[in-house]
């Protein structure tokens, strides 16, 4: 039984039942748990995916067909019944999925969670992830027909919801102990400032400030320069730009807050990436465009993704949606095809605030400006509320003072975040949906704000594309790499780069546009362009493998999503073999040297040599780093590319030189002795684990969303790649998300995702999807071109007017 682990493992856990009703801690009300009638035994069932169901604000009858996978395929005879019923379905699937997030995007985990989640509620308070999510909606409200998709969504999910009885509940909802809410439009503009905090939320001005500090500014630069000796940009390097007539801002006469910070909020996931290319029809072996995408997100259940064809008389989309929006997000419609990676920029600043004797008023341009105050009012299951006073100032909120990982009463850092400024991304993807060319694609995306995206491009009528796309600060060169002095408005940003001169390519003469993370132009771009550690490795694979031969097709595409050639080991391992002193090797070492030794430097599951590599390099990593190993000061030390790069040509530099020991160590001492430090983590780990596999000792899963619940989550899948590679899978993240799209007429299409659509570990298709993803294989994603079921075709549900 599906269940039966996870309740064997509660009521070891528990022990004795002297109070069933009560939860203590994170352990559920066992007696409502295990109820017959109400309990998780109620969840032990799959999904209803026939007969008709009645929602009582749809205007026409929308015919709901399943196929083999659970794909839902949508026709409504209008829009809005159409995202009533993508409200409706995703919720029927994927509710406390979508739920859930929401509550950790607004801070309001304490309500479900207890005490335990009141620093992280705090926090998102702090970073405005509430305020973020009002602007958003304040932009969306601007335009009638999204705030009516909308709220056609939010009438679909209720409808649902409404529907539920207790028993019902999804099960984490019986294991929480708390009952679904209604949804609201804000939900659905939380769920994208969840995303945009998970791709656009990261930053290193404090630590780059210490270093800075520490350092001085000539080893800052050489650690982490603008741009690295090898540029391979996402648009190409031939480009053209002198058409830009608006100038770059000019710097002031200013210099950064040297201040010295020992904490800085959570920081989301830096190896959250992706890949996507297009070829040109030129370029192609059947000479129709091909397009594809595979975002490198955390792997999760439910999945962050959920397959839908979504159809009206108007306009026919395929693809993965995202669980409380709208629309298809990745995917594809009778005559375009498109796909997203995220496009690392810095759009997050920090700025230091002075506050007057009271804390109300804050100096800037040499007068004194009033704060504004958000209260946060946090409910805590069990306990009394807690109450937040935020201040704003015009730069955003300030989040470091007194109150708040600070105990400076007179300062603070504000910060200034492109998700605070608002904006409709939710109409770039309605729009896309219903795209018929390029000129479609371009104005559809010229909406979107933030995270910022390279959106690639193909369609049928044999146009390939790639923009760079969202609202991007014109900064002053080197502006925002520090903290800034807040009370001079020289240091605000003082205009955003116009849409049209966001860097992008259409119809390459090079047959192809692509991109994996890497920086999105040369030096030639005439703006700053500058973020935390662009990637360097997957970007020159793809690229080498698009200019490896004249003509692709779909079985190509489905080679390089699942490439697991490991370049930037290449560049390292062999010249660490050559160079260190391998005279007294252990028996032990000299094994371990000979199967690094003759590794070809591809992460397949049965290799050793990946795991040689691994443990190596982590070790050798962090000897190199030990000047950025500190406690009470925020740093974060210098990306894995300037890394490789000072080990092979500054082998001789300070930074080598260990500081805790009397010698004076190079990289050659350092390749010798992490090696030997491997040798012996990798021997450990083998007599506890068995064998040095890569598939085991990478050790892949997808977890639950609540990371306490291991009888939800899949553990040990059998995969390759890694960090820095195509198939980028490591050990809790990867290609969240596999598509191939050709453009036939109409498209043919596959797709993949490491998980299954329903959202219930109770259900066959909770994550029935997972051993064809990792074995790299693809389900046909079936286009329905009408309403007509076909042999695809196992189920079908109607869904009507209450009337």
């Known amino acids: 039984m599906k269940y039966f682990k996870l309740i064997l493992s509660l009521v070891l856990t528990i022990g004795i039942f002297f109070a069933l009703n009560t939860k203590f801690g994170s352990i559920p009300p066992i007696g409502k748990f295990l109820n017959p009638y109400t309990g998780v035994w109620q969840n032990e069932t799959d999904e209803s995916i026939s007969g008709e169901v009645s929602i009582p604000e749809l205007t026409d009858k929308v015919t709901v067909h399943y196929d083999a996978q659970l794909i839902p395929h949508v026709f409504a005879q209008n829009e809005l019944d159409l995202y009533r019923a993508q409200g409706y379905l995703t919720a029927k699937h994927r509710l406390w999925q979508m739920e859930f997030q929401t509550y950790a995007a607004a801070g309001r985990l304490s309500e479900i969670i207890g005490e335990g989640a009141l620093n992280y509620d705090r926090q998102e308070r702090r970073r405005g992830m509430n305020y973020g999510a009002e602007q958003a909606l304040l932009k969306m409200k601007e335009d009638k027909q999204t705030t009516a998709f909308v709220e056609a969504y939010a009438q679909g999910v209720n409808s649902y919801i409404n529907q539920l009885d207790p028993q019902d509940y999804p099960v984490e909802y019986k294991l929480l102990d708390y009952k679904p809410e209604a949804w609201t439009p804000k939900k659905t503009a939380l769920l994208l400032m969840y995303m945009t905090k998970m791709l656009a939320g990261g930053d290193e001005d404090m630590e780059n400030t210490n270093a800075l500090r520490l350092f001085g500014k000539e080893r800052f630069d050489l650690l982490f320069p603008d741009f690295f000796d090898i540029t391979e940009p996402i648009i190409p390097k031939e480009t053209d730009w002198s058409y830009i007539d608006v100038p770059q801002t000019p710097a002031p006469n200013s210099q950064p807050v040297l201040d010295s910070i020992a904490e800085t909020i959570d920081k989301p996931d830096p190896n959250y990436g992706s890949n996507n290319w297009a070829v040109s029809p030129q370029k192609s072996s059947t000479g129709n465009a091909i397009l594809a995408n595979d975002p490198h997100l955390g792997l999760n259940l439910p999945s962050i993704w959920f397959v839908m064809q979504l159809s009206t008389p108007i306009h026919n989309a395929f693809g993965a949606t995202l669980p409380g929006a709208l629309g298809v997000i990745s995917g594809f419609n009778q005559h375009i095809a498109w796909g997203e990676t995220n496009a690392t920029r810095d759009v997050i600043d920090w700025y230091?605030?002075?506050?007057?004797?009271?804390?109300?008023?804050?100096?800037?341009?040499?007068?004194?400006?009033?704060?504004?105050?958000?209260?946060?009012?946090?409910?805590?299951?069990?306990?009394?509320?807690?109450?937040?006073?935020?201040?704003?100032?015009?730069?955003?909120?300030?989040?470091f003072d007194k109150n708040f990982k600070s105990d400076n009463q007179k300062t603070g850092y504000a910060m200034k975040w492109i998700g605070h400024i608002g904006g409709n991304n939710q109409k770039t993807f309605l729009d896309l949906n219903k795209g018929e060319n390029y000129v479609d694609y371009v104005k559809a995306i010229s909406n979107y704000t933030a995270p910022a995206q390279n959106f690639v491009f193909a369609s049928t009528d044999g146009d390939i594309a790639l923009w760079v796309q969202g609202k991007l600060p014109n900064k002053w060169e080197g502006q925002g790499k520090f903290i800034m002095d807040g009370s001079k408005s020289e240091n605000d940003w003082q205009s955003f780069i116009p849409q049209k001169f966001n860097a992008h390519t259409k119809n390459p003469e090079r047959g192809f546009v692509s991109s994996a993370n890497q920086h999105p132009v040369d030096e030639a771009y005439p703006y700053f362009v500058f973020n935390d550690g662009y990637e360097t490795y997957r970007n020159r694979v793809i690229n080498k493998f698009f200019n490896s031969k004249d003509k692709f097709g779909v079985k190509d595409f489905k080679d390089l999503h699942n490439n697991t050639h490991n370049l930037k080991a290449s560049e390292l391992m062999p010249y660490m073999l050559e160079t260190m002193d391998v005279s007294n090797l252990s028996t032990e070492e000299k094994e371990i040297y000979d199967i690094a030794k003759a590794w070809q430097y591809n992460n397949d599951m049965d290799e050793i040599g990946p795991s040689i590599w691994s443990a190596w390099y982590g070790i050798l990593y962090d000897m190199v780093w030990d000047e950025f190993d500190t406690k009470d000061t925020a740093l974060d030390a210098p990306y894995t590319y300037q890394t490789i790069h000072l080990l092979k040509t500054k082998g001789d530099d300070a930074f080598m030189d260990i500081l805790d020991t009397p010698e004076k160590e190079t990289a050659k001492d350092l390749f010798k002795l992490s090696f030997s430090k491997a040798v012996l983590k990798l021997s450990d780990w083998r007599t506890k684990n068995g064998d040095l596999k890569w598939v085991n000792y990478k050790g892949t899963f997808a977890g639950h969303l609540l990371q306490a619940l291991p009888a939800f989550s899949r553990f040990d899948i059998p995969i390759g790649g890694g960090k820095n590679i195509v198939n980028a899978t490591s050990k809790n993240w990867g290609p969240s998300w596999r598509m191939i799209v050709e453009m036939t007429s109409p498209p043919t299409a596959l797709g993949i995702y490491p998980g299954g659509q329903s959202g219930n570990p109770g259900s066959k298709y909770y994550d029935n999807f997972i051993d064809d993803w990792a074995a790299g294989k693809y389900h046909d994603l079936n286009f329905l071109q009408n309403d007509t079921a076909t042999d695809v075709i196992i189920s079908t549900q109607t869904l009507t007017p209450k009337n």
């Open 352 to 399: 230091k605030i002075e506050f007057n004797d009271n804390g109300t008023k804050y100096k800037y341009d040499g007068s004194w400006q009033d704060v504004t105050y958000r209260v946060e009012t946090i409910e805590i299951k069990g306990k009394e509320a807690y109450t937040d006073s935020i201040r704003f100032t015009h730069h955003g909120p300030v989040v």
